[in-house]
């Protein structure tokens, strides 16, 4: 299924030497097309998102899926860790601030109290415990 917005560019550029496109009355299309292999296709379907949308077969409509749902937790596993990273830069602010940095020994013994929370908050966004 092509939207509406881009059916024009599938017209002007042809995708395929066996492309047919069926215009719909809602201004969209359906695009029939035969690849001989999956890697014809699903870049293309990729690069068209959320424009275009897979109707048949359904294991190409699935694999595409996966591919933004891994994707998407990829994304999320970055956000967590610079979640914590931000964290602990505030608490190492903080604790500049408080003046818990007099001396050497007072700043590796802070160091390590802070990576040792930081790595508990690791482990609870992982769902692990130590």
């Known amino acids: 299924m092509i939207a509406k917005e881009v059916v024009k560019y599938f017209y002007r550029h042809p995708i395929s030497k066996t492309q047919q496109i069926e215009p719909l009355s ?26 275009v949308r897979v109707l048949e077969p359904e294991w190409i409509d699935e694999m ?28 190492i602010l903080e604790s500049v601030e408080g003046g818990h940095w007099k001396s050497k020994g007072s700043v590796d013994a ?6 040792r929370n930081q790595k508990k908050k690791s482990y609870l966004y992982k769902g692990e415990r130590k």
């Open 64 to 91: 595409v899926k996966e591919d933004v749902n891994r994707y998407l937790s990829i994304d999320k596993k970055v956000q967590r860790k610079k979640t914590m990273l931000d964290e602990f830069e505030k608490d």
């Open 110 to 115: 802070r160091l390590k109290e802070l990576l």
């Open 26 to 51: 809602d201004g969209s299309a359906e695009l029939v097309l035969s690849v001989t292999h999956k890697m014809e296709i699903i870049p293309l379907i990729k690069n068209w998102m959320p424009h």
